[in-house]
C-alpha cells in the first residue's frame, strides 16, 4: 500500500503549484493518503495486454477549415478580468 | 392570471401562445418564488433580473404581433454557474473566479438564447463541480428543498435544488461522475446526462475533459427531451461533439436489464411493478462499483491537476498580492483561493500523474477504464437499457460526511456511466419512508441511444407520479 510522506506530498505541491505550509502538511498527507488507498484496489486487476482509453467517441483528426475571423471581442474586454494590466498588456511579478 | 405552478415547458408555451400568460408575468413569478425562498433554499448565486425581464418584454412584443412561437421561447431557466454566461458573473462557486465576468458565452447557452429562452439565474454547485452536496461550494450551502436539514445533492446541486423548489422551469448541469444525476435523485426531479460528446462543452469550465457532459434538469422526461433537442449537436468549437443521433424508438420487444441485487429492495417494489409494464426484463450486473470509483478519482483527479492548472492568477481570476516573483504568484494564488477539495484532488492527481507513478496509477486507470466500457458493450448486447437505483441511498444530513473518501462513494452507481461515455437519466421512482426523501431511478443505455433512454423514462412517467410529487413540498 502506497503512503506518501508529508516530504513527498511537498514536492507533489511544489509540482503542481500549490503553497501548503508546514502546519498543514500532515493534514493534507492523510487525505490525499487516503484517496491514494481507495484507488490503490486497481493494483489487483490483471491488466496484461488490455489497450488503455483515454477516450470514448473514437473520433480522430477532427479538422475544420482554417478561416480567419474577426474577434468579436474587444482588446479591452478581453483584458478587463486580468488582475493587473499596464499598456494594454497584462502584467506580472518578476520572473527571476 | 392562471396558476404558474410547476408549469411544464408545453405548459408553459401554451399559456403565453394563448395569451394566459404574459412572458414578464412569467418570469416576474419565478423572480418573486426565489425572492421568497431562496433564503432557506440557498440555490441562487447570482440572479439576473433585469437582463430576463427585458428578454421577456421582447417575447411579448413577439407574442402581441401575433407571430408564432418556438417551444422554449419565454421558457425561464437556470444554470449552473459552470457555464460563461457573457456580461454575467460566473464563478463555478470558486474564489478563484469571484469577480470574473465572461466576455463571451457557452455555446448551449447561445443555443438557449437563440432559441428564446431567458436566463433568470446562475446557480449554486461544489466547488469546480468537485463534490457530491454543494457543500463545497466557495459561497454557501444549499438545502434540499423536500427537507431543509438535508443536502441537494452534487455537483448540481443548485440546479437541481431551483427545479424542485420551481425556481423556473429547468436547469443546466454538468455531470463528470453523476454530478446531474445523483442530485436530481436527491431533489425528486429528473435529470440527464447525454452521451459524452453529444453536447458541446466550448464555454464550460473545465472538470476532466474525458468525462464531463452537460445535461438538463428538469421535471419531466418529456421537458429533458425539448431541452436536449435545443442543445445538442456538432459544435466547431468542440472537438469532441458528435453528430445528434436519430429518434430511438421505444419498442414493445424492449429489453431491460435489471440489476437485481439493488432493485430487490422494497422501497423500489412499486418502480418495479412499473417496468413491468415496459418490456422483457432480464437480470444484469453492473460494473464493479468499487473499482469504477477507483478508476474514476485517479483519471479525473489526473485531468483536473492538468485542466485547473490555468487558475494561476494572471490571466482572470483572484490573485495574491503578497508574492514577490512569479512563481510565488502561483503557488500563494493557488493557495489561497482553491478550496481544500480542489487542492486534493488537484494533488492527487499531480501525484499520479508525475514520473515513476504514471504506470501504476494513470495507465493502470485506464486499462481498467477500457475493462468496465467492455462489460457494458456485453450488457447491451442482450438488452437496450439498464434499471439500476441512482443511488443507494436518499440524500444525507449536512454537514455528515467530513471524510472525502466517504462523499465519493454516493457516486458508486453513477460513475461508471461516464466511464464508458453511455447515457444516463435519473427520475424519480419511490419516496424513503425513514425520511420522507425522494428515490432515484437510473437509466442506462448505449452509447448514441440517448432517445432510447427518454422514451424509456416518459414511458415511466407516464404510468407513475412521483415526479409530481415535487409539486408538493413548497406551497
Known sequence: MATLSPKQIEQVARLARIEVSPQKLPKVANEVNSIVCFVDSLQVVDTTGIVVTSQVTGLQDVWREDVVKDCQISRDDLLANAPEVQDGYIKVKKVL | MADLAYLSIAQAHEALQSGKVTCVELTQYYLDRIKKHDESIGAVLTLCSDTALEAAQKVDEKIQAGKDMGLLEGIPYTAKDMFLTAGVRTTAASKILDA???PYSATVIDKLNSAGAILIAKVNQDEFAHGGSTENSAYQITHNPWNTEYVPGGSSGGSAAAVAADFGIFSLGTDTGGSIRQPAAYCGVTGLKPTYGLVSRYGVVA?????????????????????LNAIQGRDVMDSTTIESTENHQSSKDLKIGVVKELMNDSRYSEALKAINGLGKKNDVTLPDGDMALAVYYVLVSSEISSNLERYDGIRYGSRNDSATNLEQTYSLTRAEFLGPEVQRRILTGTYALSSG??????????????LITQEFAQIFADCDVIVTPTTLEPAFKIGSKSDPVEMYKTDILTVSANLAGVPAISIPAGIDEKTGLPLGLQIIAAQGNDAQVLAVAEAFQKTTEWHKKVEEIIQ
Not at chain 2, 472538470?207 to 418529456?222: L, N, V, Y
Open chain 2, 100 to 102: 470574473f465576468i465572461p
Open chain 2, 207 to 227: 472538470m476532466a475533459s474525458s468525462f464531463d457532459c452537460i445535461g438538463p434538469i428538469t421535471r419531466s422526461a418529456e421537458d429533458a427531451t425539448l431541452v
Open chain 2, 357 to 370: 507513478y504514471y504506470d501504476a496509477y494513470y495507465k493502470k486507470a485506464m486499462q481498467v477504464r477500457t
